[in-house]
């Protein structure tokens, strides 16, 4: 009543304030039909009925959200039947849901303050959405619903456990969309041996998000950090909590746990007026706990999806091979500990649970393995955490649970025994008598290549001892050692072979110049094309970067990267062999007009997307992050598809995982495409990478070079032409009028607006890659740029001979 009195009394006057009201005391209350709204007007509590439901339940919910998002329900076990509910919070500090009919107490918080005479308390619904029971004045809660949570996890909430009071945050989902009753799926923190997440299905183990490593939990198939959300994982001796936070805080998003199980991650697009799903932890197969069974692996790229760990078979084949993999695997020999085993390394995988593990935090890998070799109750040891090159010590004893195969992941070593060990690198050339022999055969031939080989180094060495080394000789060494090390599948290509292939290097096979050298195409004996990549003799300075892209690119791989086949070098020549790319680049395609009608608009758009994909890859998915330095269109090549690939690692530097930016005296890339901080500081991070992706997307939409770019009236570069386009509200003339038909306009439109994005004047103001791609795939709203960098005519040496064309490295002197 009183709430009610003062709301008539002010309602001329003060609506707003009324409205806005976030707090309640011990002599009021919240009726069937008033509200609580935070401050900050996002949320609301009062009584709802969910969908066609007539039971009344007191919850908190979007304010300004259709249909009603509900994120925590008090009484979700007693509803009343009918409106008669209230709400109110006791002289003690109890919060409590009542039915009026009967006055009979559905739901309490049970709180009790220390002490009852001097406290009087406040309940108030803050701006984060956190229900809370203080004192009058305090700041301290006596209680509070995110310490309570039903199925919804909102940003600032502590997703685990505090070890003090013994408050478990678990994530309950309803029982239907009508209905909040407990149902039967649970997320929470484990923290019985080291803490993971997990989600039950009643009390089965349902779904495993694993340890956390430092950067996500180390089960998620994708790392989805990045500039939309943020993520915290605290573990100390108070407390093991997760927490993620919305980089821009008005942004809504919450992660709950559906009626059916899904752990859902969901985003409010404002401009469409709906809730957009960001990530979903269980869609796959190998997202089901313990799917192979113990010392089993899933793996979604092959079929079947369960295969055995290294060294260990199916415990039941009959069933095994009729897909029914719950026995799992055992041992192929027992192991004999601590003299007659090893440990096998299983790569880039999710850990097995931990619930039976021990750790420690300070070891480092060597240590573990240390400790692990010596207790033969240790099944397998790994780091905990992998960032900053890896630290901490996990061991496991018992059977290894859970395993499945994540991409670019941890590595996990795993006690076999010494048999096994040796026979996991020789199975493959032991399956068949045939397979033997070619097998003999081609080690045989290497055996005799290697020997001739040295004994031409040997002799090389002889000759030139007391002369000064020349760079070729430098590179065999470092490189035949490197790749060695790397143990990567590269093929060594003879001179003859290469020398053939392109007609002895005749100028009708020549593609074009690269960096440090001519480029052929050749074709191999057995048909394949080949392009071979040959570096000038006389270039001490092309002997880095190719150094450089042998040492890249032969560790990467994905389809929007060009493949790199194997190498060659022998006496003073050294060359790296590509597959063939039959279309070239991507500026022989956008910048001349008899072509150009060749690349169609949904054509342009997969490669603004595939190059994105791409990039994404270098700076975060790979197993290094890289930073290419000299993306332009004349170094992205296309496939007979028209799929782009990223080529030419010669000016690709890789950053340590704590690494974000890094300093050069000697500035290399291309004018045009060189970020602002890159080319006066010598700066260069990712973003440098964004930048010049921003770049090619605008080119690439408008068939202009930005070097070339002039506009009549103004002085303007491409990319101050389609800012001002953009703010105008013309965009779309950007667009090369001549393909105007074949475009759709929101595409056009999304990849200007992401275009001058990437091209911001402060690196900072760049989305990473990871934004990028994600900016494509959602409707999402996009943040407004400001005005991009531009270098003003001028305001770089305009000396263009230090920018010789296209594919020349160009060196500036930071200022
Ligand atoms: C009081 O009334 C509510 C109706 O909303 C009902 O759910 C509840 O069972 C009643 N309690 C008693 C003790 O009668
Ligand atoms: C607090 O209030 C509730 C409900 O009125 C009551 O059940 C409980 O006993 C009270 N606790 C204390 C400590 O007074
Ligand atoms: C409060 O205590 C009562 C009686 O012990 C219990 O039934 C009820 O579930 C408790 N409420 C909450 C919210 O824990
Ligand atoms: C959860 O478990 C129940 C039986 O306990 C089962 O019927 C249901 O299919 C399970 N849910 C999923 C998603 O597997
Ligand atoms: C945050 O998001 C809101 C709504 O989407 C937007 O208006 C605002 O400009 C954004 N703030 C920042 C700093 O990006
Ligand atoms: C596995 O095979 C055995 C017999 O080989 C059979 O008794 C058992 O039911 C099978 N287990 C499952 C889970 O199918
Ligand atoms: C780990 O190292 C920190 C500081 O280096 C130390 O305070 C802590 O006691 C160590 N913990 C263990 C388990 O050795
Ligand atoms: C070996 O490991 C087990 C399980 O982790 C542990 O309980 C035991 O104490 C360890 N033994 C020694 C000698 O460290």
């Known amino acids: 009543m009183e709430v009610l009195g003062s709301c008539v009394l002010f309602v001329f006057s003060f609506l707003a304030t009324c409205a806005a009201k976030d707090t309640i005391t011990v002599d009021q209350a919240i009726r069937d039909g008033e509200t609580l709204v935070s401050t900050n007007e996002m949320y609301e509590l009062g009584f709802f009925s969910p969908g066609r439901s007539t039971n009344r339940f007191l919850g908190i919910w979007y304010k300004n959200v259709s249909p009603q998002t509900v994120v925590w329900v008090a009484n979700r076990e007693t509803p009343i039947t009918d409106s008669s509910g209230v709400f109110k919070v006791d002289t003690n500090g109890s919060l409590l849901v009542i039915a009026g009919t009967n006055d009979s107490v559905l739901w309490s918080s049970n709180t009790s303050l220390v002490s009852l005479t001097t ?59 009508e209905d909040p009753y407990p149902g039967q799926y649970v997320g929470f ?24 490593n430092g950067g996500t939990f180390n089960g998620l198939a994708k790392h989805i950090s990045n500039s939309i959300i943020t993520h915290k994982f605290v573990f100390n001796d108070k407390e093991v909590y997760y927490m993620y936070t919305p980089v821009n805080s008005s942004v809504m998003s919450r992660v ?7 752990f859902l991650t969901m985003i409010w697009i404002d401009k469409l007026r709906k809730w957009s799903q960001y990530s979903n932890v269980n869609t796959d197969t190998c997202g089901r706990y313990g799917l192979c069974g113990p010392y089993g692996k899933c793996n979604m790229d092959n079929s079947p999806v369960c295969s055995c760990m290294e060294g260990f078979e199916p415990r039941n084949p009959v069933n095994w091979s009729a897909s029914e993999w719950s026995n799992g695997c055992r041992r192929r020999t027992p192991i004999d500990c601590p003299n007659g085993d090893g440990f096998q390394v299983v790569k880039n995988i999710k850990l097995p649970d ?47 649970m859970d395993v499945r195969t994540i991409d670019e992941s941890q590595d996990l070593y795993v006690r076999v025994a010494k048999s096994d060990l040796k026979e996991s690198t020789s199975r493959s050339t032991s399956n ?10 081609s080690i045989l031939s290497i055996l ?9 180094v040997c002799a090389w060495n002889k000759k030139k001892r007391s002369l000064v080394e020349t760079p070729a000789q430098t590179i065999d060494k470092e490189y035949s050692m490197e790749i060695h090390e790397d143990d990567t599948e590269l093929s060594y290509f003879s001179l003859t072979t290469i020398s053939k292939s392109t007609n002895d290097f005749s100028d009708d096979n020549k593609l074009g110049e690269g960096g440090f050298g001519p480029v052929y195409r050749g074709v191999l004996d057995d048909g394949r094309e080949i392009a071979v990549k040959r570096l000038s003799k006389t270039s001490r300075q092309g002997l880095n970067e190719f ?92 496939d007979a598809d028209l799929n782009p690939k990223i080529s030419d690692f010669g000016l690709a530097r890789m950053f340590r995982e704590h690494e974000n930016e890094a300093n050069t005296k000697r500035v290399v890339g291309t004018l045009g495409y060189i970020s602002p901080e890159y080319a006066v500081e010598g700066t260069y991070s990712e973003k440098t990478d964004v930048f010049s992706y921003g770049v090619i997307v605008l080119e690439i939409v408008s068939g202009k070079k930005n070097r070339e770019f002039s506009h009549e009236k103004d002085r303007d570069n491409l990319l101050t032409h389609a800012w001002r386009l953009y703010v ?17 306009e929101s595409e056009v439109l999304r990849s200007i607006h992401i275009g001058l994005l990437c091209v911001q004047h402060h690196a900072k103001d760049r989305p990473t890659m990871s934004s990028v791609v994600l900016m494509f795939d959602q409707d999402s709203v996009l943040p407004q740029p400001k005005q991009p960098a531009f270098f003003a005519k001028g305001s770089l040496p305009s000396d263009n001979s230090s920018f010789a064309n296209e594919v020349t490295l160009t060196t500036l002197e930071p200022r």
């Open 547 to 638: 150094k450089n892209e042998l040492k890249f690119i032969a560790k990467l791989q994905h389809r929007n990267l060009v493949k790199l086949l194997g190498y060659c070098n022998q006496g003073d020549e050294s060359m790296l062999i590509y597959e063939y790319m039959p279309n070239k680049s991507l500026d022989l395609f956008i910048f001349e007009l008899n072509r150009s009608s060749i690349l169609d608009w949904s054509k342009r758009f997969h490669i603004i997307q595939g190059i994105a994909r791409g990039l994404l890859y270098l700076h975060q998915d790979s197993r290094f992050k890289i930073v290419h330095r000299d993306l332009k269109a004349a170094n992205i090549l296309l």
């Open 448 to 456: 005799i290549i290697g020997i001739l080989f040295i004994a031409i």
């Open 728 to 744: 105008k509200g013309t965009a779309l003339e950007l667009f090369s009028a001549h393909m105007r038909d074949s475009c759709i």
């Open 119 to 177: 406290i009087i308390p406040v309940a108030q619904l803050l701006s984060n959405g956190n229900l809370v029971v203080r004192e009058n004045g305090e700041e301290i809660f006596v209680w509070q619903s995110f310490d309570y949570p039903t199925d919804t996890f909102l940003p600032g909430m502590k997703f685990g456990k505090d070890l003090v009071s013994g408050i478990d945050r678990r994530f309950v989902s309803w029982k239907s969309l």
């Open 354 to 400: 931990t619930r039976q593990s021990w750790y420690n935090r300070n070891m480092t890998l060597g240590e573990c393995a240390n400790a692990c070799k010596r207790n033969c109750s240790c099944a397998a040891y790994a780091n905990i955490e992998i960032t900053n090159g890896g630290s901490g010590c996990l061991m496991w004893s018992g059977d290894l």
């Open 256 to 262: 709950y746990v559906s009626p059916k199980g899904n």
């Open 432 to 441: 068949r008598r045939r397979r033997t022999i070619i097998a003999a055969v």
């Open 189 to 212: 923190m484990h923290t019985d041996g080291f803490p993971q997440l997990f989600e039950d299905n009643g009390s089965v183990p349902y779904t495993r998000l694993g340890p956390w």
